[in-house]
T-cell receptor, first 113, second 113 residues
Framework: AQSVAQPEDQVNVAEGNPLTVKCTYS??????LFWYVQYPNRGLQFLLK??????LVKGSYGFEAEFNKSQTSFHLKKPSALVSDSALYFC???????????FGQGTTLQVKP | EAGVAQSPRYKIIEKRQSVAFWCNPI?????LYWYQQILGQGPKLLIQ????????DSQLPKDRFSAERLKGVDSTLKIQPAKLEDSAVYLC???????????FGQGTRLTVV
């Protein structure tokens, strides 16, 4: 089975503060993990991915994510949040043999000035 | 590079009517996905194609939904007959396959009244 959980429906942070959006996963075999962002009335935009190698992955717009195999987590982080980061964020897990991509329920990030 | 193209952007139909959505993936992308995104939820995979073959359609309501990808390029998703609960955004995505990231179109917002 293949699944993703995003335990927080919404995360609120003040501009300039660090942010974390949580994600845990379940998949047989090696996990391939992704973060996407969705702005209102737009499609999903790819932010970053973990395939193998360094557990800290850097992506677009200053975002990074930390892969933790023992905790089966892939949390999205940013050292200093911007108001423009306010959006809906989705974590996804893929399987290499099929390319099947399953998404979590999403977390709304609200950054206040 | 052109992105994933979807049409129409918006569609309003009455229940029990039929509707079709069209997707043109990024050139050279072998894998094509159709997702259903109900308001407030994460994208749910309906069907995944690898070239013109179906890889996964386990979540496709086959009594009313159908999809095809002729010649391994463009794809159409059809609903017949539509129900109120089919109101959602239908997202098409494509990728090179395997563990590569998927690129999404802007989606078609379907309202069934």
């Amino acid at each position: 089975a293949q699944s993703v959980a995003q335990p927080e429906d919404q995360v609120n942070v003040a501009e300039g503060n660090p942010l974390t959006v949580k994600c845990t996963y379940s998949v047989s075999g090696n996990p391939y993990l992704f973060w996407y962002v969705q702005y209102p009335n737009r499609g999903l935009q790819f932010l970053l991915k973990y395939i193998t190698g360094d557990n800290l992955v850097k992506g677009s717009y200053g975002f990074e994510a930390e892969f933790n195999k023992s905790q089966t987590s892939f949390h999205l982080k940013k050292p200093s949040a911007l108001v423009s980061d306010s959006a809906l964020y989705f974590c996804a897990v893929g399987r290499s043999n099929t390319g099947k991509l399953i998404f979590g329920q999403g977390t709304t990030l609200q950054v206040k000035p | 590079e052109a992105g994933v193209a979807q049409s129409p952007r918006y569609k309003i139909i009455e229940k029990r009517q039929s509707v079709a959505f069209w997707c043109n993936p990024i050139s050279g992308h072998a894998t094509l996905y159709w997702y259903q995104q109900i308001l407030g939820q994460g994208p749910k995979l309906l069907i995944q194609f690898q070239n013109n073959g179906v890889v996964d359609d386990s979540q496709l309501p086959k009594d009313r939904f159908s999809a095809e990808r002729l010649k391994g390029v463009d794809s159409t998703l059809k609903i017949q007959p539509a129900k109120l609960e089919d109101s959602a955004v239908y997202l098409c995505a494509s990728s090179l396959g395997g563990i590569t990231e998927a690129f999404f179109g802007q989606g078609t917002r379907l309202t069934v009244v």
